[in-house]
């Protein structure tokens, strides 16, 4: 057995311990506290980088799991304001089958009177290198379970968390899913009843660049700060895990959540590939007030505006990481056109406007090889784009309050220090007709709709009276109880879509245990009928998950339905409490003699029922009259 040497980074603030070669922090010394880290753990499981893979071919989300150890170290910056090490593992053909066919750099920095360290990792794939499937990337952090207690996410969502040791069978209660655990019999009275799931915790990559935990003796915090989402995968409301019970905080860099196989990074045979994933930062803060200590919230957020203004930063020592000036620029307007809603073109307020490898439209987010570039726009639709790393990209954006995505049709090469104007752009959203009625809101999301109540058995209490409500456990089983003798029905000009229309389309247990495929109804009127046009049906769903959506006009068993989509979707969004997945956008031709003057219905049938957390959310749904026709209703 080989025996580990120890690295020390300290800069008289903290004190970092590596162990060398693996690369593998086994101890934060920080305000008078030996190590942060969990002392009861292998050293090990305390601070490290890990991965998943699986060999080429391979189907679904899983795969080996690695907490990858380097077999080389080097000290590759030592002076009096910073230091910078690596751990490297380089691959040959002798570890096929055995290892990931990569070649592993972990790189950790410290910096004079900085109270934290920094960490990035190079991964690289040569092209004669076998091919191979990566479902994840991260690091991790367990911190000591008797110290840090308290753990936040976001200003509103905060709180005093259970302890690991309440998840173990003889306190927790398995649940539908191996993540989700009924506390019964925890060690602290107070989380008895709650329902505990790291998915609870999770957050759009837009919105997440600061979490962690603060101990309240003595007053510590330990918090995880990405300035940049550039190198993770999906794009702005890609959701990723953040802190939750262990406890833990990770850096989650590629990811298959709320996504499914669709996020797996897959190199094909003679594919080169090479990414940097950070930095991050590993920023720690305490007060001696044991009054002020959920201020080191307040604090932290302040260190992420820091380390935000500050990216991209000068210190890495890497080639691979560009620095401000090695980067370009891009501005722009984009406005919409959308002649049924407006003759005049629209300032595309608040649009997502990116950068991503080019693609098909709206391919950014299933994109997980390359780097991502985002910004939202202004009132006006203005855009500016900075530290684009150099290479050849699209731009991408999409429009809240408009279907569809856009893509600018040429390349935009980035080369060392451009600034690209691409002037005004354009985008038409798919229209054929004027709007005869319209469900939801266009914004990929599912959120408008109605989110009931948990029931009281399965609760988590910082989501109650929470905008977030839909985070709660086993809404999902809410559906039969809400609608015990019948499927949803919507009737257009007389139902509310924020409290009549079901957050999710699920399947509905049935007695005997099996389950039963819904079939949801929208009914409509109307006065007259172009029966020579053809009317368009938009749906957009926010997220599905092992589902087929058909779609059948006033007959319910007409054979085959006038559209199906077939079986779409991995995304998971329902058992992992989100509101969105993955955005699907499908246009339906509805011929006019398929509709009658009076009532007519269109029948939404979720038809794959082996499982209760099979299901869709939809975004929003709206039916165009023929371009020609008024279509009146009633």
């Not at 690695?66 to 080389?72: A, E, I, L, N, Q």
């Not at 300035?227 to 999906?234: A, Q």
């Not at 620029?329 to 080019?358: F, H, M, N």
Request: aromatic fraction near 14%.
């Amino acid at each position: 057995m080989r025996k580990l040497l120890q690295v020390v980074m300290d800069n008289g603030i903290l004190q970092v311990t590596i162990s060398s070669p693996d690369g593998i922090v086994t101890g934060i010394q920080y305000n008078g506290i030996d190590n942060l880290l969990e002392v009861q753990d292998e050293e090990v499981n305390r601070g490290y980088w890990d991965l998943v893979w699986s060999k080429t071919g391979s189907t679904g989300t899983t795969g080996t799991f690695d907490v990858f150890k380097g077999t080389s170290f080097k000290v590759i910056v030592e002076n009096e304001d910073q230091v910078e090490v690596s751990f490297t593992r380089t691959w040959d053909f002798s570890l096929e089958g055995k290892v990931v066919p990569l070649n592993l750099d972990k790189r950790f920095i410290m910096l004079r009177d900085s109270s934290g360290f920094y960490s990035y990792t190079i991964f690289e794939h040569l092209g004669e290198w076998p091919p191979f499937n990566l479902p994840q990337v991260r690091i991790v952090f367990k911190l000591r379970k008797d110290k840090f207690h308290y753990m936040a996410v976001a200003d509103n969502r905060q709180r005093f968390m259970p302890l690991p040791d309440d998840r173990l069978p003889d306190r927790g209660q398995p649940l539908a899913t191996p993540e989700a655990v009924l506390l019964v019999n925890p060690l602290e009275p107070e989380f008895r009843g709650e329902v505990d799931d790291k998915y609870q915790y999770s957050s759009e990559n837009k919105d997440l660049k600061v979490h962690g935990w603060i101990s309240l003796n003595p007053p510590v915090g330990f918090w995880q700060i990405t300035p940049s989402s550039e190198f993770r995968s999906g794009g702005p409301v890609k959701q990723n895990l953040t802190s939750h019970v262990g406890p833990y905080a990770l850096a989650m860099f590629l990811s298959a959540h709320y996504a499914g196989e669709d996020l797996v990074l897959k190199l094909s045979p003679g594919e080169p590939w090479k990414k940097v994933f950070g930095p991050v930062f590993l920023y720690l803060n305490s007060f001696w007030d044991q009054d002020n200590v959920f201020s080191l919230w307040e604090d932290a957020k302040n260190q992420m505006q820091r380390e935000v203004q500050n990216w991209p930063y000068k210190f890495p020592a890497s080639e691979d990481f560009p620095k401000s000036d090695q980067r370009g620029k891009v501005c722009g307007r984009l406005t919409v056109q959308d002649r049924y809603v407006s003759y005049e073109c629209i300032p595309a307020d608040g649009a997502y406007v990116g950068l991503a490898p080019p693609g098909e439209v709206g391919s950014w987010q299933r994109e997980c090889k390359g780097y991502q570039f985002w910004t939202r726009a202004d009132e006006d639709g203005n855009f500016t784009i900075d530290n684009i790393r150099t290479g050849g990209y699209n731009i991408y954006a999409w429009v809240p309050g408009f279907i569809g995505d856009y893509r600018y049709d040429v390349e935009v090469n980035i080369t060392e220090g451009c600034s690209i104007n691409v002037g005004d752009l354009t985008y038409e959203p798919p229209r054929d007709g004027p709007t005869l009625w319209e469900i939801g809101i266009p914004d990929r999301s599912a959120a408008e709709f109605y989110i009931p109540d948990p029931d009281p058995k399965y609760i988590n209490r910082l989501y109650v009276r929470h905008p977030d409500r839909y985070r709660q456990y086993g809404l999902w089983e809410r559906y039969a109880d809400l609608y015990p003798d019948g499927d949803l029905v919507f009737t257009v000009g007389y139902s509310d879509y924020k409290n009549d229309w079901f957050f999710a389309q699920v399947n509905r247990k049935k007695e005997d245990g099996t389950y039963q495929g819904t079939t949801w109804q929208i009914k409509f009127m109307l006065n007259n009928v172009d029966y020579t046009g053809t009317y368009k049906l938009r749906l957009a769903l926010a997220t599905a998950h092992l589902a087929e959506l058909q779609v059948r006009i006033n007959d319910p068993k007409a054979e085959p339905p006038q559209f199906t989509t077939g079986q779409i979707g991995h995304d998971n969004t329902i058992a992992r409490h989100g509101i969105h997945g993955l955005y699907r956008l499908y246009n339906i031709d509805v011929p006019g003699v398929q509709l009658v003057e009076g009532e007519n219905i269109i029948f939404l049938t979720q038809a794959v029922n082996t499982d209760p957390l099979q299901g869709i959310m939809y975004d929003y749904i709206r039916l165009e009259c023929p371009p020609s026709s008024s279509g009146r209703m009633v």
